[in-house]
């Protein structure tokens, strides 16, 4: 297979540092090299590919915004960069790494106790142990405030009752922050595999990110020692704050699917003929590739600015609302347009396109829908809430 080209209308490699370009190269290659090979085999098969976790940690990309704890310590922009080319891959690897690195690392860092970091940080860093993050629930997905899954203090432990739902590395995971309300506010808790009373079914039979293992988790009378809440993750704030972290990867992700989707569509146009000439020489195929060409540049534009408004602390959970919704929009049409240009290929599995397609839908609808994205900024501009 040719080596991605990368897509960059407006000359934004002009604008990265060196290190942030060898990131990326590198993460490229890897995709390249170790990922595309694998990844259609294991989304016919709804499996994740185990065997890039420890490389993947090797190369430094788990938790790698965070000093110290044998993490990378980079920028957020390399952080975006990473995104953006292991989506390219497939949504389920970035998904794995957005979970890893934003839903676990993240609050385990920033809310947790010396020793809950020291503990979990360096083997989350080399992949040697896999998390994931509880906060949807079968009844509250798009209003977590509602939560029902409960935590209650008895003597030296606490005792967990309850349910989540579309827990992305449920299943696999070796520790799970989980969201319960105790004492009638939401708390983070660390709930470690094999806790009596736990249990983390995988949910089969997707249509959309097949490549990733989604999971229920069910806590019946489970008992967590005391030392295992996460000593600041207290109100509901500091759970969106996690999902604040992982739409700032998604939207940057978002641009990769949507290369690899205008990558093969190009490619598609200029080889396949019909009525004796490339299609990519008929307007109308001419008019939708420039169309997810221009959507991507505008989409790289938006996440390259909001790299360096994170990277300054200036960054706010509204812009990158904006990013995520705009972003996977984008990415969703530039699979549709892709797929109309491969024909009866676009549906095939020796193509990309429909994979991205579909695991887009997941994307759209996770980490805070498309819809309630539009609803928080309507928020903001007008000062009125529509949602709620
Ligand atoms: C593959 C996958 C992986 C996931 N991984 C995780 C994970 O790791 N951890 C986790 O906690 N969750 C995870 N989720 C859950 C995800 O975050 C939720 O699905 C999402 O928040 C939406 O919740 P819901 O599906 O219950 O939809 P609902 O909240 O029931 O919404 C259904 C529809 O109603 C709309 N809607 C809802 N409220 C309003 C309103 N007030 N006004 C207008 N429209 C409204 C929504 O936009 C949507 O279109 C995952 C989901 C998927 C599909």
Not at 28 to 38: A, K, L, M, T
Not at 116 to 143: M, R
Not at 145 to 172: C, F, P, Q, R, S
């Amino acid at each position: 297979m040719a080596k991605f080209q990368g897509v960059d209308y407006y000359q934004l490699d002009d604008l990265f540092t060196e290190e942030e370009l060898l990131i990326r190269d590198t993460i490229r290659d890897f995709v390249d090299e170790q990922f595309i090979p694998i990844i259609e085999e294991c989304y016919q098969k709804a499996e994740f590919p185990s065997q890039v976790i420890k490389p993947l940690g090797e190369l430094g990309v788990y938790g790698c915004t965070i000093d110290g704890y044998d993490c990378a310590g980079l920028n957020y922009t390399s952080y975006g960069l990473i995104c953006q080319e292991l989506e390219r891959g497939d949504s389920g690897l970035r998904s794995f790494v957005s979970v890893q690195s934003s839903l676990v690392m993240f609050p385990i860092h920033a809310y947790g106790s010396e020793e809950q970091k020291s503990k979990w940080l360096p083997k989350l860093a080399s992949g040697e142990v896999i998390g994931c993050f509880g906060l949807t629930e079968p009844d509250f997905g798009s209003n977590p405030a509602g939560l029902i899954t409960k935590a209650k203090k008895e003597g030296d432990h606490y005792i967990l009752n309850g349910a989540k739902m579309w827990i992305t590395n449920g299943t696999v995971a070796d520790v799970a922050v989980v969201w319960a309300k105790l004492d009638d506010e939401i708390t983070g808790f660390l709930v470690e595999k094999g806790t009596p009373g736990f249990s983390a079914p995988e949910i089969k039979h997707k249509h959309s990110l097949r490549s990733s293992v989604t999971s229920e988790l069910i806590f019946e009378d489970c008992k967590i020692p005391l030392e295992n809440k996460l000593p600041k993750a207290v109100g509901l704030k500091t759970a969106l704050s996690c999902l604040t972290q992982a739409r700032y990867g998604i939207a940057w992700g978002a641009v990769g699917a949507a290369m690899a989707c205008y990558e093969s569509a190009l490619e598609y146009s200029k080889t396949r003929i019909q009525f004796g000439k490339p299609i990519g020489s008929y307007q109308i195929t001419q008019q939708k590739l420039v169309t997810m060409l221009n959507e991507i540049t505008k989409a790289q534009l938006l996440v390259y600015r909001l790299g360096q408004l994170k990277d300054n602390g200036k960054m706010t959970h509204h812009q990158v609302s904006l990013a995520k919704m705009n972003n996977v929009k984008v990415a969703r049409e530039a699979g549709y347009l892709a797929r109309e240009i491969l024909g009866a290929n676009g549906i095939s599995s020796e193509y990309p396109v429909m994979r991205h397609m579909n695991n887009i839908e997941s994307v759209y609808t996770y980490e805070g829908t498309h819809d309630i994205q539009m609803l928080t900024l309507g928020r903001d501009i007008t000062g009125l809430s529509a949602f709620y």
